[in-house]
């Protein structure tokens, strides 16, 4: 008789079929990476460095990962998009930090209309280049109405569709005056930053591209992903920010 271990033993196909949709994934949706590839700003390291791992370790069902099994796949891109997420929160912290640390603040509020965001990035822009930099991205921070993502449309050189295909990602709004606009809706608080990336520092991936163990537990298989990114900040003072007012 089968053990219960050899009964719900994950298939190696299985496997690579969830790696190769998760790597997928992450490439539709990996914005960060993109931008600062665009830049110049990207390095890899062969070198794994479980310090800067992020991923899960959950215990799913087991059906999705057993050969011939009538279960759909299991859910690679949700949780690439997780990643993603977390990976757009620790940028974000780092602008915060940026700020915070350079005082490079614009304490007038931008109100939060695609008109207002634009003209206050350009704000901004003329603020950090006069610092020496050059203004490379815009990120808005903060969750924004349909009308305004919609308004970006009309005001973008480049909206999202005219991007190239190396830019075409979630959270990438597209580009205006020389700059791209990055979306992040899940921010800590409502601002907007404009970055010279390059001089900002590097976002460099440690490792291979995903660390995937699957193993069995009972009647479940217990899945460890793992990604090991970390960003090396270089100069705070290539960030400028300001708030964006609330509405209501």
């Known amino acids: 008789m089968a053990t219960t271990s050899q009964r719900f033993e994950?298939?190696?196909?299985?496997?690579?079929?969830?790696?190769?949709d998760f790597l997928r994934g992450r490439r539709a949706f990996g914005a960060l990476e993109k931008v600062f590839r665009y830049f110049g700003a990207f390095e890899y390291k062969p070198d794994p460095n479980s310090t800067h791992a992020f991923g899960f370790d959950s215990l799913m069902d087991a059906g999705p990962w057993l050969a011939n099994s009538a279960w759909g796949p299991a859910p690679a891109w949700d949780l690439a998009i997780a990643q993603e997420r977390f990976l757009l929160a620790r940028f974000e912290q780092h602008l915060v930090e940026a700020v915070g640390t350079?005082?490079?603040?614009?304490t007038a509020p931008i109100q939060p209309t695609a008109q207002q965001i634009v003209g206050g990035a350009e704000r901004l822009s003329s603020l950090l280049?006069?610092?020496?930099?050059?203004?490379?991205?815009?990120?808005?921070?903060?969750?924004?109405?349909v009308d305004t993502l919609v308004g970006f449309n009309s005001l973008f050189a480049s909206p999202f569709w005219k991007l190239p295909s190396d830019l075409q990602a979630n959270w990438i709004l597209g580009a205006d005056n020389g700059k791209l606009f990055l979306f992040w809706p899940e921010a800590q608080a409502r601002w907007i930053y404009v970055v010279d990336v390059v001089e900002f520092g590097r976002l460099i991936q440690l490792g291979g591209e995903v660390d995937l163990t699957v193993t069995p537990v009972r009647s479940k298989v217990r899945v460890r992903l793992s990604e090991s990114y970390?960003?090396?900040?270089h100069a705070p003072k290539s960030v400028w920010g300001a708030p964006l007012a609330t509405v209501g």
């Open 129 to 145: 280049a006069a610092r020496g930099c050059t203004p490379q991205l815009v990120v808005i921070a903060s969750d924004l109405s």
């Open 10 to 20: 994950p298939s190696p196909d299985r496997i690579s079929e969830f790696r190769e």
């Open 102 to 106: 350079t005082g490079q603040a614009d």
């Open 230 to 233: 970390k960003f090396e900040v």
